[in-house]
């Protein structure tokens, strides 16, 4: 007689992750996907600790939506390390890797003028690790072989507003191939130094800062941050809106911290003239963490608390996965005008995103240009002055409200909302981690972020 067990029920897969429990990270465990209910689990099955259970999602109908959003893969144009004991040791890139670096981070220093209680890299004042423009250089040539026309470069640390070459590093990057640039930075040199704003204006169109702003509440900054920086992150704010930045503010949530705040984050961000949009990331564990407890939040959890909060523009249909990595990255776009957001991802058919080559690129489709692609593409999204008004008038907004179809419509009404969860020790998975499309680039590797920031591959060699 067949026995059913009560405690899931379907079987999604086979994968292959690590033991959270022992964390022993040198050798993989076998894992099934399964359903518990309404959510989605890695069930876990190690030598030394037994079974173990990780929620990947919980939302079930996501889930199911995120692979009908899948796309063929793009791949990286050349592969740099060999493959000899398989994924996810051999990333730096290895053969199997599924997708490009959509994203490509250059961390050019360790150093940073905080000591957050969390930060994937472990950065704080002393960690030093200035890098080179000559390995700069070589950062640069290795993504250019694996990837001859980045679509956006990210310089990180660290803390890289500190770095003596700074404007030197992101004006000789600027003059590269790479379509769009931004700079990671927790906002303390930019509230502070003025002159360096104006520096950082002057790197002109298509650049953008990553500016780190986590919480409006003072009890959050202090437990994420280890300090209360919202009067920094305001000034930093104002600076950038002074002179008209571009700028996307970028939140780690934990769960009962400041998952509250997710809705009153899109509010506040819409404010500001020089807010494009908003990155919210789940914490991950790795670095230094400090978080205890409950700590963990999933992309999906993100997603509803933003779909179903009745301030919220953003519904069901306008947040979805982005092709290229589903499972990981959600987006939404939207346009803003005096004050109003109006979003469009939903009146976007899923066949037009997802038979894009590349997901950056979206701008190869020449008929999805003259319909959409003025309004969703990242040469909107990160770019200046992209949108063609008229096109935009006439084929985009012929049936909605007025208000969407002002005179003087550029990049300065679009705003975006992303959600992208990074893999740990909790969540990896084999499968879904060769389709990871943000690359750490070191001098002659390109690695997989989540591999880096688990130290999986730091010291990877040929």
Known sequence: ???????????????????????????????????????VWLRKF?????????????????????????????????????????????????????NHPCLALFNIIDECNMKCNIC???????SGNYRSMDDVKKMNETLLKVESAPDLIQVTGGEPSIHPQIIEILKYLKSGPVRHLMMNTNGIRISEDESFVKELKGIGKGFEIYLQFDSLEETALKRLRNANVKR????????????????????????????DEIPKLIEYATKWKCV???????????????????????????REKIITD??????????????????????GY?????????????????????????TIAFEQDRNFINTVIDTVSLDTAFGENIINKESVKRKLFFCWPEFLAPENMDYENVFRIVIMEFSDIYNFDTTNIKRECNFMIEPELAIPFSTYNMELTRSCGK
Not at 15 to 36: G, I, Y
């Open 1 to 39: 007689m067949a026995f059913y067990s009560k405690e899931y029920d379907l079987f999604l897969g086979v994968t292959e992750s690590f033991c959270h429990l022992c964390r022993n990270k040198d050798r993989l465990v076998s894992a099934h996907m399964v359903t518990h209910g309404k959510e």
């Open 46 to 98: 190690c030598l030394d600790c037994g079974e173990s259970w990780a929620m990947i999602s919980h939302d079930y109908e996501y889930y199911k939506k995120c692979n009908d959003y899948l796309k063929k893969p793009d791949l990286p144009e050349c592969s740099l390390t060999p493959i000899k004991r398989g994924c996810p040791f051999d990333c730096g890139v290895c053969p199997q890797h599924q």
């Open 120 to 126: 994937y890299h472990n950065s704080e004042p002393g």
């Open 232 to 259: 920094i992150r305001e000034q930093a704010l104002a600076m950038l809106d002074k002179y008209n930045i571009s700028t996307t503010l970028v939140c780690v949530i934990e769960k009962w911290l400041n998952d």
């Open 276 to 302: 494009r949009g908003i990155v919210f990331q789940p914490i991950q564990d790795v670095g230094r963490n400090m978080s205890t407890g409950d700590f963990r939040i999933s992309l999906s959890e993100i």
């Open 310 to 331: 009745q301030n919220t523009a953003f519904t069901e249909a306008d947040m979805i996965p982005l092709p290229c990595d589903p499972h990981k990255i959600c987006v």
């Open 334 to 358: 939207a346009i803003k005008h005096d004050g109003k957001i109006l979003p469009v991802t939903g009146k976007i058919p899923r066949e037009m995103i997802t038979e894009q080559k590349g």
